[in-house]
């Protein structure tokens, strides 16, 4: 199986059938824990999380991604930086790196496990108290579930480009004439504008946007029981700041 980015698992679990809300609220209840008390315990516990998370869902070890070498370099480079400052600066900037790849796991987690298209109707299930504002609540969820949707058909289509480019003659690609930057921006824009007009022309023969947030979504059981874990989750890792801070 190759890299899975914003796609779902092919996976049947108990955290696959969980309603989407409840992975939505999940994680944002661990950022606001990693904001509120970003100590290395609060990290442990949501890594432990995670890596429990990932074997009840089933998610292969094929389905992370591979960063490429530079982007290792490149935190190697920072750690240098903040050597001359002492060992408490690397260890600070060591957490804060940690900090981020710890959101970006829980929210890769979030699309292995989860639909693209349970996501809008979630979110207009959260948002139903903004409805009474008048704000237009379903319209937010379309909007996110497309742009969901439309980023993995865009990172294929790179690699794509990215491939057909690497395939050019090394006399054309040396070439003062060669501009790669600019044509791959210009043909990911073109891209983009296609693949946006073939989804309105699919979304309008559906039935328009409203079909995309009036799907039946509600918890259940399971769900306030995995919110549980969660907040007592987010409870041991403050109790373990104060504790070991």
Known sequence: MTTVVLRQVPRTSPIHRLWAGTKLISVLLLSILLVVAPSW????????????????????????PRPPIWIWGLFVIGALINAPLG???????????????VLLGASMMLGWTTSMSDIAPA???????????RLPVDEWAATVALC???????????????????LRPKSVLNS????????LVTATMSIAI????????????????????????RPG???????????????????????LG
Request: net charge positive.
């Open 176 to 183: 003062a004439a060669d501009n790669s930057i600019v044509d």
């Open 221 to 243: 059981m399971t769900d306030a029981i995995a919110l549980v874990v969660v907040a007592a989750c987010c409870a041991l890792g403050i109790v373990l700041t104060v504790m």
């Open 123 to 133: 979110v207009a299930v959260l948002g139903y108290p903004l409805k009474k504002m």
């Open 194 to 217: 296609r693949r946006a007009t073939e989804m309105g022309e699919a979304i309008t023969a559906r039935g328009g946007t409203g079909q995309i947030t009036a799907y039946p979504s």
């Open 87 to 101: 060992f408490d600066a690397i260890l600070l900037f060591l957490r804060a790196t940690t900090f981020a790849f």
């Open 148 to 166: 969901l949707r439309s980023l993995p058909l865009l990172i294929e289509e790179m690699r794509v480009m990215n491939a057909a480019r690497r």
């Open 41 to 64: 315990p609060t990290i442990g516990v949501i890594v432990a999380l995670l890596v429990v998370t990932a074997i009840v869902a089933r998610v292969p070890p094929t389905a992370i």
